[in-house]
């Protein structure tokens, strides 16, 4: 199992504000900064946000990240068709001495 | 251009071996820590094993430590997964990825098939 909590599903239409969850715990989330990676369909995971809420070069600002506490959420706004993928996030675990993800979450534009 | 290949997947037996090598090229590959991550398809992320920039400090998941080894030839811009005792759990596609603290750059992938 997982050992960050992510929904396994979300979905919105064009134009509309989702977020996605992740939760976790101290020796993970709670310590240290959260990842998310965006996956597209039959390719490999992408940085989306980095350090929590930092976005790199070439992301669009649609895309935030917060955290708070051992939880961190991802928030697209403008929802757009190519947002369609799988999100996972990710976070050093000082317990495991190793990085965890969450299950994922499949975003599905209606 | 930053270029992560990963090769060396395939089939094997239960209790086989493989070895898996990433090629880097396009950034100072003695600057980075490089990573394995692997992805049963269909299913989510799972971090294997990581390796410091010089390979004196390694890093490995509990379910593949001792079996699986993570080495690297900074001379050659190589990063190698050497997996021994094989499961069928250790089906998956295998995705090295380069970073300390985020994952900014992956490779395509190579897939690892176990079964008899």
């Known amino acids: 199992q997982p050992v960050l909590t992510q929904p396994p599903s979300a979905s919105g239409t064009p134009g509309q504000r989702v977020t996605v969850s992740c939760s976790g715990a101290g020796s993970n989330i709670g310590r240290n900064a959260v990842n998310w990676y965006q996956q597209l369909p039959g390719t490999a995971p992408k940085l989306l946000i980095s350090g929590s809420h930092q976005r790199p070069s070439g992301v669009p600002d649609r895309f935030s990240g917060s955290k708070s506490g051992t939880s961190a959420s991802l928030a697209i706004s403008g929802l757009q068709s190519e947002d369609e993928a799988d999100y996972y996030c990710?976070?050093?675990?000082?317990?495991?001495?190793?990085?965890?993800f969450g299950g994922g979450t499949r975003l599905t534009v209606l | 251009e930053v270029q992560l290949v990963e090769s060396g997947g395939g089939s094997v037996q239960p209790g086989g071996s493989l070895r898996l090598s990433c090629a880097a090229s396009g950034f100072t590959f003695n600057s980075h820590w490089i990573h394995w991550v692997r992805q049963v398809p269909g299913k989510g992320l799972v971090w294997v094993s990581g390796?410091?920039?010089?390979?004196?400090?390694?890093l490995y998941a509990d379910s593949v430590k001792g079996r699986f080894t993570i080495s690297r030839d900074n001379a050659k811009n190589m990063i190698y997964l050497q997996m021994n005792s094989l499961r069928a759990e250790d089906t998956a596609v295998y995705y090295c990825a380069r970073g300390r603290f985020y994952f900014d750059y992956w490779g395509q992938g190579t897939l690892v098939t176990v079964s008899s």
């Open positions: 390796i410091n920039t010089d390979g004196s400090h390694t």
């Open positions: 990710s976070a050093w675990d000082d317990g495991l001495n190793g990085w965890v």
